[in-house]
């Protein structure tokens, strides 16, 4: 007895230890300490408190992943931020390679453990971990768990079955928000097979409508911090700007596969970039195609094998429709019998424009070939061991079967042989240059408000000390109140950002050759330093050198930091009051007047001023980012709060003007102490709450479900 359970303790085991190791071979000297950077993975030293919590910009788009961000930062408090980063890396393959092993309940353990393996080792997983998708991927090694747990809720829609899926929704909602159509696509073909084969049985039929209704009910509740402030803030969100310009610049293509897009995607290649850094499987292995051509019998093998078994069809005929649905929906504009339907997708469908990369779907078409692969060689497996079982002559003849299994077994390997032991040396691990820390020490030393602008103005560029094109990590990497680049500067598309702040940036930058103040211009946004990076197209910005208002205070082999010479205040008052045509007015007063003497509004003005110095900073207190504690030591003036201009901010109530389009003017007619707030956080704070409730009354439901059956 205690034998058969070692045994049994064993087998249960087995798989962790497998995909353990599988996850180690993989990461292999990227679990070293150091920072892995990549096209859109930037970790550095300190994680910041994500600003979103307060309503900053709020966006539900990017509010939906507040829990992921709280919790790298709270994490950080204990642990560095390149050992999150490799936990997180890790995770990927091992939560990946369990989560479909656990959902293939196939006979064969060898089928089991294939599934795993194909859907960790592929090229959709490689070209994505080279990107530095980490999100994408996080959301990507959930999706098993959450299938399974689905196809349980179908099968048996019970309370506990129903909210572990809505929990499981949200952790891959959380975790990247493009799950909401490629996790639904796989959910939503399972639902209505799942009806389908229902037909008739009216009374399990309701069943199970009054459990998605439950669900539904479920979800609502844990994600209401996020869908009720799409009502709550109205506007536009990120993703609601995104044009067909976008569907272009991040169509699907064929690169490396030199053949249809069908194929490509099919081959679950399809990537929109052009590689850097990296070459594909397909670049470098003669006859990969054969490789391919395995998976898909050993799919198509396992989806014929649900045949006989009525009521487990409707899962097999799911997943492949669900993988079928996804190849359609992940060539997007790419091929002419699509594009008319995605079209219509990414014009019609709220949100759906978030998918104007779709190879995205392919996550789906991946698992589908897992799942139904796996299926594929466990029969395999068993009618090859009846078959050799059967034979009492022919070692060879025996010798074949084994063959086959083992080929059809690394086949996941050798497809994506590129992925194995540190990504086959294409990417290394990297520490901040010793020049940065030196930066920051400096102007660490000046302990007084104020904002950073960083040059050059890219979201994306090249490093020379990270040798490819990634995310600009400076902002966060120096710790500072900043103004950087949000532009992507890629097929026509220079920026999605709404702040008027970048538009501005923009605006002056076009028009650099005739500016000499370049200082006096940042002055009104309290930008008292300017970082410019030795790096990518820095000699584009020789202009900052002739300015008549910057000075250089520090400079080593890799950046230069220059200090603007004009007073800057985060909270000033000011009495005089100018009408503003627009950005091109300023150009033309900036070197004969202080942009701080005097609030510039658009519009219908009534001009107002004073002989003599306007500007006055005051005295203020930080009560918190939402509570700004200021001394107007007189009355009738305008109090100039130098954030970003926005509506959540108020004095007594009373909504900010927009001063020069940029920052927060408010009238103030008497003395004393003001209280500047942000308002859309007491909004937001309540659906926080509501949201946390319901996520502790799933979990302590589902516990105590636990220890019921327990016993």
């Known amino acids: 007895m205690f034998r058969i359970c070692h045994l049994e303790l064993f087998r249960r085991v087995l798989p962790f230890i497998i995909y353990l190791v599988l996850g180690i071979i993989v990461l292999w000297n990227l679990l070293l300490p150091g920072y892995v950077l990549t096209l859109d993975m930037v970790f550095t030293p300190k994680i910041s408190f994500p600003r979103e919590f307060y309503g ?254 009525r009521s487990r069809r409707w899962i097999s005929n799911g997943m492949a429709t669900a993988g079928v649905l996804s190849l359609i929906l992940a060539a997007g504009i790419s091929s002419t019998i699509t594009a008319p339907l995605f079209e219509a997708l990414f014009v019609y469908l709220p949100f759906f424009s978030g998918m104007r990369e779709p190879q995205k779907f392919l996550a789906v078409l991946t698992l589908a070939y897992s799942f139904l692969g796996g299926y594929g060689l466990s029969e395999h497996h068993i009618f090859l061991r009846k078959f050799t079982g059967k034979l009492k002559h022919g070692i060879a003849v025996k010798f074949f079967p084994v063959i086959f299994l083992a080929a059809a077994l690394s086949s996941p390997f050798i497809y994506s042989y590129r992925q194995l032991f540190g990504f086959y040396g294409q990417i290394g691990n990297l520490e901040y240059p010793d020049e940065w820390y030196e930066a920051k020490e400096f102007l660490d030393l000046d302990i007084s408000d104020y904002r950073v602008l960083y040059l050059p103005w890219h979201l994306y560029m090249r490093q020379s000390w990270i040798g490819r094109i990634t995310a600009n990590p400076a902002p966060l990497f120096f710790e500072k109140p900043f103004l950087a680049g949000e532009n992507i500067d ?150 100039v709060f130098a954030e970003p201009y926005d509506e959540g901010w108020t004095v007594n109530d009373e909504k900010p003007l927009a001063n020069l389009g940029l920052t927060n003017a408010f009238r103030i007619e008497h003395s004393g102490t003001v209280r500047i707030r942000y308002q859309k956080f007491y909004v937001l704070f309540p659906l926080y709450v509501s949201s946390a409730i319901t996520f502790i009354g799933c979990i302590l439901f589902l516990a105590w479900r636990r220890l019921c059956c327990q016993s």
């Open 56 to 309: 900053f910009y709020a966006d539900p788009v990017k509010i939906v992943r507040l829990p992921y961000r709280l919790g790298l930062w709270a994490l950080n408090l204990v642990f560095p931020s390149w050992l999150i980063q490799k936990i997180l890396l890790f995770a990927v393959f091992l939560v990946s390679g369990l989560g479909a092993y656990y959902l293939c309940e196939a006979e064969s353990d060898l089928g089991k453990l294939y599934a795993g393996f194909m859907y960790v080792l592929n090229p959709f997983v490689y070209v994505r971990f080279m990107v530095g998708h980490l999100n994408l991927l996080l959301g990507y090694s959930i999706l098993p768990f959450l299938v399974k747990s689905f196809i349980g809720f179908l099968d048996e829609p019970r309370l506990d079955c129903g909210v572990k899926s809505a929990l499981l929704l949200t952790l891959i909602l959380v975790l990247d928000v493009h799950y909401v159509y490629v996790a639904g696509l796989a959910l939503l073909t399972l639902f209505i097979f799942k009806i389908l084969s229902l037909k008739g049985d009216v009374q399990r039929l309701h069943r199970l409508m009054r459990g998605v209704i439950f669900l539904a009910a479920i979800f609502a509740g844990l994600n209401i911090y996020w869908l009720a402030s799409t009502f709550l803030f109205g506007g536009e969100t990120y993703v609601s700007v995104f044009s067909y310009r976008d569907l272009l610049a991040f169509a699907s293509k064929a690169w490396g596969t030199g053949a249809s897009i069908f194929f490509s995607l099919a081959a679950l290649y399809g990537f929109w970039r052009v590689p850097e850094g990296y070459r594909y499987v397909s670049e470098t292995l003669p006859g990969w195609q054969m490789i391919y051509l395995l998976i898909l019998y050993l799919s198509v093998y396992g989806f014929m094998t649900f045949r006989d078994d």
């Open 490 to 639: 890629w097929m026509g598309i220079e920026t999605y950002s709404r702040k008027p702040e970048q538009h501005y940036m923009h605006f002056l930058l076009d028009n650099r050759g005739e500016i000499r103040n370049f200082g006096g211009l940042l002055a009104p946004l309290n930008i008292k330093y300017i970082i410019l990076l030795k790096e990518a197209d820095y000699g584009n910005y020789e202009f900052i050198y002739d300015q008549r208002d910057l000075k250089i205070v520090f400079e080593n082999g890799k950046i230069v930091i220059f200090k603007n010479q004009n007073s800057v205040a985060r909270v000033y008052l000011v009495r005089n009051v100018r009408r503003m045509n627009d950005w091109g007015q300023i150009l033309g007063i900036v070197s004969a007047e202080n942009l701080l003497n005097s609030v510039y509004l658009v519009g219908d003005v009534n001009e107002a001023g004073f002989n003599g110095e306007s500007f006055k900073p005051l005295s203020y207190a930080v009560i918190s980012p939402l509570d700004v504690e200021v001394e107007v030591p007189s009355p009738c003036g305008y109090l």
